[in-house]
């Protein structure tokens, strides 16, 4: 796809000068990976908490880390383990959501928590675990600094919906994919990296997110949803508190997307090998 996003797409920049703006907050530098899965969460949690009961809907989907619990009883490292990661994560999973529904929550307690929540997700992604891992301080300074700095609110000025941690209706065909957020028609990455720059691999990730929903929309069972295209793509750089988009039409003028997506639709049908229908649904 790095061809086909080469020859539709339109460079890109940021609409202001990078080393003009400061980072928030300290960065150890440590399990970067971990730091943006449990960022997710903590950013997941927020955005629920600022627009449930307001007149925007906020749809949510099962967090993966629940998979990576299931996922704990095939790994053999994990004997012996199991019953206190089970209280783990039920404790985790008990703090953000107390955290998203109005309630008073310590954010240290909820980026111990996150960090919990972020270290079984990785199990079931991975398929590795270290059950001896413990929640790190310095990465809790760091997470909360980003957590303080988030205000989904003023940053995502919905109008309809929020979806949180959407699943495309054939991302099978790319091995799986999920975004951090959907709202009315964009589509949101959140990184938590500490350079403030559209890499073009951000770009391309976000780009095919939009092409899977343009070819099959979102897996849901609400019509709402499923009906849903993307018009514009954005980052949110956690680091920097700074939100950018992109519209689709000045990404790819001349109505290239389109094109895109066929490229796209015909690698994915190649890179299947017949292996499963392209047409055939998530379960």
């Keep these: 796809m790095r061809e086909h996003y080469r020859e539709h797409a339109m460079p890109v920049t940021l609409p202001f000068n990078p080393q003009a703006v400061e980072m928030v907050g300290p ?15 903590l950013a ?27 996922m704990l009883k ?9 019953r206190r990661w089970g209280t783990l994560f039920r404790k985790s999973r008990e703090a953000l959501e107390r955290y998203s529904v109005g309630y008073d929550i310590e ?10 929540l972020s270290n079984l997700d990785g199990a079931y992604r991975s398929g ?24 989904p609110r003023r ?3 919905a109008t ?4 949180l941690n959407p699943t495309f209706a054939l991302s099978h065909v790319v091995g799986g994919a999920d975004a951090d957020i959907i709202y009315d028609d964009v589509i949101v990455e959140i990184k938590t990296t500490k350079y403030l720059n559209p890499r073009i691999d951000y770009m391309r990730q976000l780009v095919g997110y939009a092409a899977l929903q343009e070819l099959g929309g979102i897996y849901s069972h609400s019509p709402y949803v499923t009906s849903i295209r993307c018009k514009e793509i954005g980052i949110y750089y956690a680091r920097f508190g700074r939100f950018i988009r992109w519209r689709l039409v000045d990404l790819f003028p001349h109505g290239s997307f389109l094109k895109f997506v066929k490229a796209f639709e015909e690698e ?8 499963v229908e392209f047409s055939e649904p998530v379960p």
């Design 27 to 41: 960065v150890s530098g440590r399990f970067p990976g971990m730091v943006g899965n449990a960022f997710d969460y």
């Design 44 to 70: 997941r949690v927020k955005v629920f908490r600022e627009f449930e009961g307001t007149s925007i809907s906020v749809i949510d989907r099962p967090w993966v880390a629940e998979d990576g619990l299931v």
């Design 268 to 275: 994915a049908k190649t890179y299947l090998e017949h292996r």
């Design 155 to 157: 940053k995502f000025r």
């Design 107 to 116: 954010f240290d307690e909820l980026c111990y928590s996150a960090q919990i």
């Design 74 to 82: 095939h790994l053999p490292n994990t004997k012996g383990h199991r």
């Design 128 to 151: 590795y675990f270290n059950p001896l891992w413990e929640p790190l301080k310095d990465i809790t300074d760091e997470l909360r600094a980003m957590l303080e700095n988030f205000h």
């Design 160 to 163: 309809s919906a929020v979806i």
